[in-house]
């Protein structure tokens, strides 16, 4: 495999900067090399800050090679989704409708990550205004393509992101998930991503409803890497006024493996959607190898109804609100599905809305129920394995509710932690994910049973399979 040092885990740069075997100038600069090789066939970066790389890179190595780096995430390789800000360079969501004015200041998370030392390689392509779980729009020249097998597409919203961590572009990436944004993706590209519990990671110029929907996190190889780069990402930031108060220090120290002890169900059904025979056989396979590792696992009828019927006008309603923000003279310029889904948002009512705003409430205490009898809930990640990168979102042959988001949508309705790790491949060598969701604030919990469950299922990184279709790219 080529670039081999761009697939290193955190601790593995770690132990080589501190040596010198490596340094962080070396490092960023084959990871740059990769993307001027690699993402004219992928399409996933919005912009490369060459300059900005290279520099942070060389302050790293003169802090390494004095014995004084700032913590783990000093010299490490990240991308940024092009919806939060990046000082100096635009923020355009995706879209031809907004301002290509550089950003004044960095948003929360990269401020964090930059303190912490990480290196910024520049900001991943997202769909419009991240409306749907694919990654193609009117701003990128055509569409954002699965690393695994390039027909196919990484999924979205942080579609971008994920593919630039499974195609060793970064060491990790910032995502983040309104609806299955970070789980979607991750789970396509065969990576592990967490949204946590939300406010947990600070965000800022957030407005309307999805302000509350929406969750930050890495995507990783690794959830080591997660881990470390969880830690530094939620670190406080007064501009948020729906954060969550600051984690303690320390407050991801010392995981272990853990999934004996646990009451663990397993819902491969939820809200009346299921997975497909291939996606449904992997998941049943690895929770089987979960058990024979000791852990207590009972398949269980979904806890809720479906979802489409009582937060649709959610959904579409939010779009509206985004619309009537654009002059009514630049609507030509929107991807025409998020355009027609967001006029029908125009007829949304108070009434409805207020609506939806208790069913989301219902959702909550029905979850919280659930919760008082399992510690952490089993599910596919997705109903299917990535698509076809000529997929249209939500049309007949592929509609969101059913063949998207049924089972990550969920939990940004209600606030709660979930995760996507690979468990196994499709027989067209495409991964499958399994989502793990525990109570609020059960971020903790969450990534110990990821540990177990990436030690259990044994899911090499970067997989054979992946590593034959990248080289195949080079």
């Known amino acids: 495999m080529t670039d081999a040092n761009c697939f290193l885990t955190i601790a593995e740069l770690g132990e080589r900067y501190a040596t010198g075997a490596l340094k962080p100038g070396a490092i960023a600069s084959q990871h740059l090399e990769r993307i001027a090789r690699i993402d004219p066939r992928l399409n996933a970066m919005q912009v490369v800050d060459v300059d900005g790389a290279l520099k942070a890179a060389q302050e790293s190595d003169d802090r390494w090679a004095a014995g004084r780096p700032l913590g783990p995430l000093d010299g490490i390789t990240v991308t940024i989704k092009d919806n ?86 970064g060491t990790v990436a910032f995502g983040n998930d309104g609806g299955g944004s970070i789980r979607i993706p991750a789970n396509l590209c065969g990576l592990y991503g967490i949204k946590p519990t939300f406010g947990r990671v600070p965000h800022h110029l957030q407005e309307g409803m999805f302000a509350t929907l929406v969750a930050g996190g890495p995507i990783a190889r690794t959830v080591e890497d997660a881990i470390a780069t969880l830690d530094v990402m939620a670190r406080p930031d007064d501009r948020d006024w729906f954060a969550l108060p600051p984690a303690s220090d320390g407050w991801l120290a010392g995981l272990q493996p853990r999934l004996e002890g646990l009451r663990i169900a397993y819902v491969p059904v939820l809200g009346g959607i299921g997975a497909d025979a291939e996606v449904r056989a992997v998941v049943d396979a690895a929770v089987e190898t979960l058990r024979s590792r000791g852990a207590s696992i009972t398949e269980v009828a979904s806890p809720i109804g479906e979802l489409k019927s009582r937060f649709e006008v959610y959904w579409i309603g939010a779009f509206a609100r985004r619309m009537r923000m654009i002059p009514k003279d630049r609507w030509g310029d929107l991807d025409p599905a998020f355009r027609d889904l967001a006029e029908r948002g125009m007829a949304v009512t108070i009434d409805q ?8 409430a219902a959702l909550g205490r029905e979850f919280a129920m659930f919760h008082r009898d399992y510690d952490l809930m089993l599910t596919p990640t ?19 509710w059913r063949d998207s988001v049924p089972f990550t949508l969920p939990f940004n309705l209600t606030g709660q932690p979930a995760s996507t790790a690979p468990c196994g491949l499709s027989a067209s060598g495409l991964p499958i994910g399994l989502q793990v969701v525990g109570p609020k604030y059960s971020e903790r919990l969450i990534l110990e049973a990821g540990l177990a469950i990436e030690q259990a299922l044994g899911f090499g990184q970067p997989h054979p399979t992946l590593v034959r279709a990248l080289d195949a790219l080079v």
């Open 84 to 169: 939060v800000d990046v000082a100096g360079f635009p923020t355009r969501h995706g879209s031809l409708t907004t301002s290509d004015a550089p950003a004044a200041a960095d948003s929360p998370v990269v401020a964090r990550l930059r303190e912490a030392g990480a290196v910024i390689l520049g900001k991943t392509r997202l769909p419009e205004f991240g409306w749907k779980g694919l990654t193609d729009g009117p701003l990128q020249d055509g569409p954002t393509r699965n690393p695994w097998n390039i027909a196919t597409s990484p999924g979205g919203s942080s579609g971008g992101a994920a593919a630039c961590v499974a195609a060793g572009i």
């Open 353 to 360: 809305l207020l609506d939806a705003e208790a069913a989301r």
């Open 382 to 400: 997705m109903p299917h394995v990535a698509p076809a990168v000529e997929t249209i979102y939500h049309c007949q042959a592929y509609d969101r």
